[in-house]
Antibody
Framework: EVQLVESGGDLVQPGGSLRLSCAAS????????MSWVRQAPGKGLEWVAN????????YYVDSVRGRFTISRDNAKNLLYLQMNSLRVEDTAVFYC???????????WGQGTLVTVSS | DVVMTQSPLSLSVTLGQPASISCRSS??????????LSWFLQRPGQSPRRLIY???QRDSGVPDRFSGSGSGTDFTLKISRVEADDVGVYYC?????????FGQGTKVEIK
């Protein structure tokens, strides 16, 4: 069974940093593109970043480029999102998802909540 | 960025009746790999789940009551007979152009 389990969400002050992790199992992680998608409280979905299987290609939405870094450890089946210079508007549930089919994601993890507030 | 516009934004449907959600993109979504338009359902309190990818390909386990169609910049998700389990917010998403973008979401409830 394919499983994605996010962790690392927390309450952090504006300007702070946080690293999210996503543990993958049940599929060939090292051969899969992966994504992070977020959802602000009561709002819709926003794609955040993608990484290809060997980590040589990374894509970001403009609002996080230069502040967030997507990475992976294929030996440990782990996906990461390093978030720096966090802003109040980054408050959201962050989901990791597998991008197995071109231009799409499935399945999704259960999400981890990041709250940026003073 | 490609803007995805869904309509309606809310839908109240009688059990057993059909429902249809429209999604329009501000640019064409054709790519070498295909037309990369997906539909997702987020039930209350749950993570999103994909229903349809590449316009009309149903995911494993998705009932055939759900169908996707469209081309160019106009796409549609249809539910032939709405069941109680179909309640939630439906999102379309394009994965052709960076950044990938979602529609605003359509909230479906039972009348």
């Amino acid at each position: 069974e394919v499983q994605l389990v996010e962790s690392g969400g927390d309450l952090v002050q504006p300007g702070g940093s946080l690293r999210l992790s996503c543990a993958a199992s049940g599929f060939a992680f090292s051969h899969s593109w992966m994504s992070w998608v977020r959802q602000a409280p009561g709002k819709g979905l926003e794609w955040v970043a993608n990484i290809n299987d060997d980590a040589k290609e990374k894509y970001y939405v403009d609002s996080v480029r230069g502040r967030f870094t997507i990475s992976r450890d294929n030996a440990k089946n782990l996906l990461y999102l390093q978030m720096n210079s966090l802003r109040v508007e980054d408050t959201a549930v962050f989901y990791c998802a597998r991008a197995a089919t071109p231009g799409s994601v499935q399945p999704w993890g259960q999400g981890t909540l990041v709250t940026v507030s003073s | 960025d490609v803007v995805m516009t869904q309509s309606p934004l809310s839908l109240s449907v009688t059990l057993g009746q059909p429902a249809s959600i429209s999604c329009r993109s501000s640019q064409g979504l054709v790519k070498t790999e295909g037309t990369l338009l997906s539909w997702f359902l987020q039930r209350p309190g749950q993570s999103p789940r994909r229903l349809i990818y590449e316009v009309s390909q149903r995911d494993s386990g998705v009932p055939d009551r759900f169908s996707g169609s469209g081309s160019g910049t106009d796409f549609t998700l249809k539910i032939s007979r709405v069941e109680a389990d179909d309640v939630g917010v439906y999102y379309c998403m394009q994965g052709t152009h960076w950044p990938w973008t979602f529609g605003q979401g359509t909230k479906v409830e039972i009348k």
